[in-house]
């Protein structure tokens, strides 16, 4: 049956949106953080993490099904012009920031594992304007190609735990609890923006059938990424074992490396390489879209994907600002420490304000 | 209108043309094969590039009659990466790592604190693969590549691939990459590939207790690889013989050897040795009990033995009883020849090369609890209890060793 398009997307579609926002986060520097952190139990992580992020989310969950709104609309209606203003601004700085750094680290992965000639102010714009390029299709296609590739990254990022066979020694994980239980979940809890795509993603509500789609979708999208991301972080251990891997920049792509089908076929890295740089280009494609829709929505703009255009260009001129990684990693720590708290009072501030204008309608009534 | 169109639909091929910053032309590569590492004066390294002729060997051989299958050049520089660009101002292409799988190192720099440096500081560059093996040579590196003229196999690079599942087989060197070297720097000992181009050739009547140059050969190539070199901290401490290694990673939980034929002595009649084919039939169990001062390691390996021959002539094949007193003796042999060896590690060493940290490292709950419980000090005082689970699988394919028909005088 050929449906009609309407602009909006399907369970699938949006967990394949999800999938790529934050389950495609182990390729990039995300776990070499976490290592810092959690030493060799730094898989266990992301499902702290993801235990802390889902109580706002549960929270903003809840008033999106009461007012069947997404995150933008419920700010302004919940906390006035004013604030609504102020707390949309900070989510959108926030946003751009994260962008802009995840996607200068994106890039020096590409310089420094693969074309290490090419200027980096290259691969950046090239990178982004692909990314604006499908960006600019609108949320649909962003949504339609996400689910066209999801079939094949998945399986092709499983198949590298059958090519490193070999090498895997799960008693690396032990000792198990790492650096001790309490550490790894105040870690987990300060910076639990890593995955703070979480409550991002609601602004997308608008865009997706009804809410029932937007519940089952987001629920499975979280699922397998923080499944996803806690197996892979475990394989770099068990691979590389601890202390070696807290050295490792990019563990994703020194394992693509390692990687070898049998004994004469050993250079597979570019398999690899070509399957993520296309999950890269919808991952930012899906950052573009959020940072323009949130910044029209603080401005009250209708209109939003003119802003597209001058959004990515921003992008890629703050992307320019560190000199190498270890900076880019360095404003990295600092955005996430800011971003967290704020990341997971927004929603507990929102349902605040819901109940208490909810009682004083009630008592007005 | 549609010309124009036209025009430009002809000129989107030439987007996916630009970008030629990290070009390679596969005419213009030279792929190095082996590298080779010596000490040279005022912390540089003499680094020796084996580039391979792809001409050589191929179909293509008739272009290029007169070539040789390898070119082998050496540069003093302070570390590899400058020797890579360095070797430009000799060699017409570019030096590509893209095909190295071997890196040899002299014993000399292997000794030295510097060897760590070098190492450490080369896998920066993205053309460094983990997966690359290291062998230690007695000689210069140099040297060793040079003597290096296997009469079966004309490119280098099938040389070394071949000579990697030998190892592989016969379990005389142990498996040893970049990634198993930089796993094991905190103490725990990292076993590496020990090799040689010179004699110092000697007797023994147990066929693996070589160790390099030693094996009694008379022509053929004069490299010869057996045994490991013992690395504690970044820097070689010492050496095992073939037959040490051998039981070295035997004693590992996982091990990639999983057979080896090994002779051991007869016994009825012990001047001879009887051979036989030992198959580990599965994990080797190690449990370690850490709350015991000193600590108690108990191991079981479970092997099975394929006898192959007996050169007595004893038939232990037909009597369960001699049979019996086959599998004490060899598991006898066996348990006390690996006691030494643990005993060496604990006394010599100071350290254990069998991966049993890993076996510690489960019995705590932190890093902190085992990084303070200092696991390679406690080894070093552990009582170490080996056992060899040993089944005879087989006698092959003959029922009884042959009778002569003795004659009692004519």
């Known amino acids: 049956m050929i449906k009609i398009s309407d602009g909006k997307i399907g369970t699938r579609e949006f967990a394949s949106v999800v999938l790529l926002t934050i389950g495609i986060k182990f390729t990039d520097t995300t776990p070499s953080i976490l290592f810092a952190l959690g030493k060799n139990a730094a898989w266990m992580m992301p499902l702290f993490t993801f235990m802390i992020v889902l109580i706002p989310f549960l929270v903003l969950l809840s008033l999106v099904k009461k007012h069947n709104q997404g995150l933008m609309e419920l700010v302004y209606r919940l906390m006035g012009n004013n604030f609504g203003f102020i707390t949309g601004l900070v989510l959108f700085l926030i946003l751009l920031g994260a962008t802009a750094i995840n996607c200068r680290s994106y890039v020096d992965i590409v310089s420094t594992m693969f074309y290490q000639r090419t200027p980096v102010p290259y691969l950046l714009l090239m990178l982004m304007g692909v990314s604006y390029f499908v960006a600019n299709r609108g949320f649909e296609t962003i949504g339609r190609s996400a689910w066209i590739i999801i079939p094949y990254v998945i399986p092709i990022a499983l198949l590298l735990f059958l090519f490193v066979r070999d090498a895997i020694d799960w008693l690396h994980l032990f000792p198990i609890a790492g650096p001790g239980i309490t550490k790894l979940i105040k870690e987990s809890a300060t910076h639990s923006s890593i995955f703070g795509e979480m409550i991002y993603l609601s602004v997308f509500f608008p865009?997706?059938?009804?809410?029932?789609?937007?519940?089952?979708?987001?629920?499975?999208?979280?699922?397998?990424?923080?499944?996803?991301?806690?197996?892979?972080?475990?394989?770099?251990?068990?691979?590389?074992?601890?202390?070696?891997?807290?050295?490792?920049?990019?563990?994703?792509?020194?394992?693509?490396?390692?990687?070898?089908?049998?004994?004469?076929?050993?250079?597979?890295?570019?398999?690899?390489?070509?399957?993520?740089?296309?999950?890269?280009?919808?991952?930012?494609?899906?950052?573009?879209?959020?940072?323009?829709?949130?910044?029209?929505?603080?401005?009250?703009?209708?209109?939003?994907?003119?802003?597209?255009?001058?959004?990515?260009?921003?992008?890629?001129?703050?992307?320019?600002?560190?000199?190498?990684?270890?900076?880019?990693n360095q404003y990295r720590e600092m955005l996430l420490k800011i971003s967290s708290g704020v990341l997971l009072l927004v929603p507990f501030l929102l349902w605040i304000l819901d109940r208490w204008k909810g009682r004083r309608q009630v008592e007005s009534d | 209108m549609k010309a124009i169109k036209m025009l430009f639909l002809c000129m989107i091929p030439s987007f996916f043309l630009m970008g030629c910053w990290d070009k390679s032309e596969l005419e213009e590569q030279a792929y190095v094969v082996v590298l080779g590492l010596d000490k040279s004066q005022n912390n540089l390294i003499d680094v020796t590039f084996q580039i391979a002729n792809p001409q050589v060997g191929s179909s293509d051989r008739g272009e290029a009659k007169n070539e040789p299958p390898s070119d082998t050049v050496t540069f003093t520089a302070p570390d590899i990466l400058s020797a890579k660009e360095l070797a430009n101002t000799v060699v017409s292409r570019k030096l590509n790592f893209g095909h190295l799988r071997t890196i040899i190192v002299s014993e000399k720099l292997a000794r030295s604190s510097f060897f760590h440096q070098i190492l450490g500081s080369s896998v920066r560059d993205p053309e460094m693969r983990r997966e690359t093996n290291l062998i230690v040579s007695r000689e210069k590196a140099v040297d060793f590549i040079h003597s290096n003229k296997p009469k079966l196999e004309t490119r280098p690079h099938k040389y070394y691939a071949f000579m990697q599942e030998r190892w592989r087989d016969t379990g005389h060197v142990p498996y040893s990459t970049l990634n198993r070297y930089f796993q094991r720097l905190s103490g725990e000992l990292f076993l590496a590939i020990y090799a040689t181009t010179e004699k110092h050739e000697k007797q023994f009547a147990d066929e693996d207790a070589y160790r390099p140059g030693e094996v009694p050969q008379k022509a053929g190539d004069p490299v010869q690889v057996i045994g490991s070199a013992v690395f504690k901290a970044g820097k070689m401490i010492g050496t095992l013989n073939g037959e040490e290694t051998r039981h070295s990673l035997f004693l590992r939980r996982k091990a990639l050897v999983h057979s080896y034929i090994a002779s051991y002595p007869d016994p009825l009649k012990p001047d001879y040795r009887i051979s036989l084919r030992l198959i580990k039939k599965g994990n080797t169990k190690v449990s370690i009990n850490v709350k015991k001062d000193p600590p108690e390691v108990k191991v079981t390996v479970p092997v099975k033995a394929q006898i192959h021959s007996v050169p007595s002539l004893i038939d232990y094949a037909s009597d369960m009883e001699k049979q019996k007193l086959l599998k004490q003796a060899i598991t006898k042999t066996l348990e006390s020849q690996t006691m030494q060896i643990v005993k060496k590690t604990q006394q010599e060493f100071k350290g254990e090369p069998f991966t049993w940290y890993v076996e510690a490292r489960r019995k705590f709950w932190t890093i902190e609890q085992y990084e303070n419980y200092d696991w390679e000090k406690k080894y070093q005082k552990a009582t170490v209890k080996v056992h060899y689970d040993l089944d005879i699988e087989s006698f092959g394919k003959e029922l009884k060793p042959p009778r002569v028909k003795k004659y009692t005088g004519d």
């Open chain 1, 207 to 328: 865009f997706v059938t009804n809410y029932k789609t937007f519940r089952k979708a987001s629920f499975i999208g979280f699922a397998i990424s923080f499944v996803e991301i806690s197996l892979f972080t475990a394989l770099y251990v068990m691979v590389f074992d601890y202390p070696a891997v807290e050295h490792l920049a990019y563990p994703f792509q020194d394992l693509t490396r390692a990687a070898a089908i049998g004994e004469t076929i050993a250079h597979v890295e570019a398999i690899f390489l070509g399957f993520w740089v296309i999950s890269a280009v919808i991952h930012f494609a899906i950052y573009i879209y959020i940072t323009s829709f949130l910044f029209a929505r603080t401005l009250r703009l209708n209109e939003f994907e003119p802003l597209l255009m001058p959004i990515t260009g921003l992008v890629v001129l703050l992307g320019l600002i560190p000199t190498n990684l270890i900076a880019a």
